[in-house]
């Protein structure tokens, strides 16, 4: 039987790549999970004009205008960023710790998303691996909009409860994991070598950024993509030539971007230009572009008129991308609340 993995971009801003983890658990593949981080975490000095001088380019302040965002740390999100002893209070320990504990949230929710899935009947859950990305270019948002991501998670304020989905006693069971760009870790922690070339088909999901594609990346991607083993590459962005983009507009104090396209690939142009580069070297990798126009609804209804994938494989499965094993269940789309 062929090996296949799937290697899903994404981060914690969102849940698209959290929901791309529940279902690709369900198909038998490994997968990994390669965590990108907002290109705030590394610039130590603000600019408060960059946006009005660099129009669709974002603004430039680091970490700590983010933790000042939420005011002075108290509760359960004090107590999570306590166990960072490099702090809050300049710009470079800021930064040092919002990388560390985006890391560990992100391996934590991950892994908790993975062991939450269950499996139909027949198929064997693959193994779920981690991966440190790299470091966006872009902070679309300023500083005075920006989400604070572990206030979110580690303070009990969020939108589905009053309880915070993570606390500091999560970190300590689960140990830290070190943010150094490449390194791959298994769902128990610890560090791995991860030989791609070992699958015989590979998947690539992009609905995160391409911050990831270092050289190292380059060359792993190449030698598969010669060996033919890279199946498909899925990208979210862009926009159809026809029809008028639905991303929201650049607000003047706000937000600072080209709104003529989803940003995902946009939040690190040079990489996002290396990865194109690649794949026109191999015109024989099946490249999907999912655009921020309307698209085709793909979802279909059962019996009892509910919402099922049914259609999202069959299209997988005619444009030959479907993962291995193939998908044929009657996967539900659940309302949120509804078990």
């Not at 603000?46 to 660099?54: A, G, P, T």
């Not at 639905?246 to 600072?256: A, C, E, F, K």
Request: net charge negative; aromatic share 10%; hydrophobic share 35%.
């Amino acid at each position: 039987m062929t090996r296949t993995i799937i290697i899903s971009s994404g981060d914690i801003s969102d849940v698209d790549g959290f929901f791309a983890i529940s279902h690709y658990a369900k198909t038998g593949a490994d997968v990994l999970f390669v965590m990108n981080y907002p290109g705030y975490i590394a610039i130590k000095d603000e600019i408060l004009e960059f946006d009005k001088e660099n129009p669709g380019l974002g603004y430039r302040y680091s970490s700590k205008t983010v933790f000042d965002s939420t005011g002075e740390p108290s509760g359960t999100y004090k107590k999570y960023l306590d166990i960072y002893k490099r702090g809050i209070d300049t710009s470079d320990s800021a930064n040092a710790t919002m990388h560390e504990a985006m890391t560990d949230l992100a391996f934590i929710m991950a892994n908790r998303v993975w062991n939450e899935v269950e499996t139909e009947e027949g198929v064997t859950k693959g193994r779920l691996f981690f991966a440190i990305g790299g470091v966006n270019d872009v902070n679309p948002f300023s500083g005075k909009a920006v989400k604070n991501e572990v206030y979110v998670y580690t303070s009990g304020e969020n939108k589905s409860n009053d309880k915070p989905l993570l606390t500091a006693e999560d970190i300590r069971v689960h140990g830290h994991i070190e943010p150094t760009e490449g390194n791959v870790y298994s769902s128990d922690g610890s560090k791995v070598d991860l030989d791609l070339a070992a699958y015989g088909a590979v998947y690539m999901d992009f609905n995160g950024s391409m911050a990831l594609f270092s050289s190292a990346w380059e060359r792993n991607l190449d030698k598969l993509a010669t060996e033919k083993k890279l199946k498909g590459v899925f990208v979210m962005g862009g926009v159809l030539a026809e029809a008028a983009p639905l991303t929201m507009p650049s607000i003047p104090g706000v937000l600072n971007r080209f709104s003529s396209a989803t940003m995902n690939q946009l939040y690190h142009p040079a990489r996002t230009a290396s990865f194109f580069d690649l794949l026109a070297r191999h015109p024989e990798v099946p490249v999907f572009t999912v655009t921020n126009n309307a698209v085709g609804d793909l979802l279909t209804m059962n019996s009892s008129k509910e919402k099922t994938m049914e259609g999202v494989w069959a299209f997988m499965d005619s444009n030959g991308c479907a993962p291995h094993p193939p998908i044929h269940h009657n996967t539900l789309i659940k309302k949120p609340g509804k078990k």
